[in-house]
């Protein structure tokens, strides 16, 4: 097993991020983590990267802490932290002295797939940095990528480009957990679907079972959290 998390509860003072929920990751999934805002998506990908501890329960990948794991994972947030000089070339200059996974190769084609300008971030639109963001991320060779909303904000264009290169560089060895609101267009993605309502499991069903029932994700979506 990637990664699981074990009857893990997060509280926040009096309100609770997650309650009571277990969560198996093997290798080769691409998850969708579904749910409206505040059904503590955002809590369950800052635990599995690491960024948070549990309240109760237990949080492991490659049977580990994630912190113990860290280069083992690579966590895309939906806050752009690019600073405004940030140009691709200095981007790439940045992981590579970061992350002996980092792999040149990959951030140029991604680069040339994802239509990334080469100038400054400040200079860039929305979404283009977004495709910037994503490219760093994609260009790491991890064993769990998990991102939060890539696709939250961002142009059609831009989102279509961003599923393409997801689809590009998923590898049989790693395993995505992929949040967003996006769930028609990314529904084609996903082997499985984990929804998420209140901090509670609502639902964790395999992508394809859902479709020979002749229902889509987006449908049961609907269904489960409407």
């Given at each position: 097993?990637?990664?699981?998390?074990?009857?893990?509860?997060?509280?926040?003072?009096?309100?609770?991020?997650?309650?009571?929920?277990?969560?198996?990751?093997?290798?080769?999934?691409?998850?969708?983590?579904?749910?409206?805002?505040?059904?503590?998506?955002?809590?369950?990908?800052?635990?599995?990267?690491?960024?948070?501890?549990?309240?109760?329960?237990?949080?492991?990948?490659?049977?580990?802490?994630?912190?113990?794991?860290?280069?083992?994972?690579?966590?895309?947030?939906?806050?752009?932290?690019?600073?405004?000089?940030?140009?691709?070339?200095?981007?790439?200059?940045?992981?590579?002295?970061?992350?002996?996974?980092?792999?040149?190769?990959?951030?140029?084609?991604?680069?040339?797939?994802?239509?990334?300008?080469?100038?400054?971030?400040?200079?860039?639109?929305?979404?283009?940095?977004?495709?910037?963001?994503?490219?760093?991320?994609?260009?790491?060779?991890?064993?769990?990528?998990?991102?939060?909303?890539?696709?939250?904000?961002?142009?059609?264009?831009?989102?279509?480009?961003i599923l393409q290169s997801i689809v590009g560089q998923w590898r049989a060895d790693a395993s995505i957990i992929l949040?967003?609101?996006?769930?028609?267009?990314?529904?084609?993605?996903?082997?499985?679907?984990?929804?998420?309502?209140?901090?509670?499991?609502?639902?964790?069903?395999?992508?394809?079972?859902?479709?020979?029932?002749?229902?889509?994700?987006?449908?049961?979506?609907?269904?489960?959290?409407?």
């Amino acid at each position: 097993m990637l990664a699981m998390l074990d009857d893990v509860t997060k509280v926040y003072g009096k309100s609770y991020g997650l309650r009571d929920l277990t969560l198996e990751i093997p290798v080769g999934q691409v998850i969708g983590l579904l749910g409206v805002n505040g059904s503590g998506k955002t809590t369950l990908l800052k635990l599995l990267s690491g960024l948070l501890l549990p309240t109760r329960g237990r949080v492991s990948v490659l049977g580990e802490s994630p912190r113990r794991n860290r280069a083992k994972l690579v966590f895309l947030g939906e806050t752009d932290a690019i600073y405004r000089w940030t140009s691709p070339t200095d981007a790439e200059r940045l992981m590579s002295g970061l992350y002996p996974d980092f792999s040149l190769q990959c951030y140029r084609t991604l680069l040339d797939s994802l239509q990334i300008p080469m100038r400054r971030a400040g200079a860039m639109s929305k979404g283009e940095r977004a495709r910037l963001r994503l490219a760093m991320a994609l260009a790491r060779e991890a064993s769990l990528y998990i991102l939060d909303e890539p696709l939250g904000g961002i142009d059609l264009v831009s989102r279509e480009r961003i599923l393409q290169s997801i689809v590009g560089q998923w590898r049989a060895d790693a395993s995505i957990i992929l949040s967003t609101h996006a769930v028609a267009e990314a529904e084609g993605l996903f082997d499985r679907v984990v929804f998420l309502r209140e901090g509670i499991l609502a639902l964790d069903a395999l992508a394809e079972e859902l479709r020979e029932r002749g229902e889509s994700v987006r449908s049961t979506f609907l269904e489960v959290l409407g």
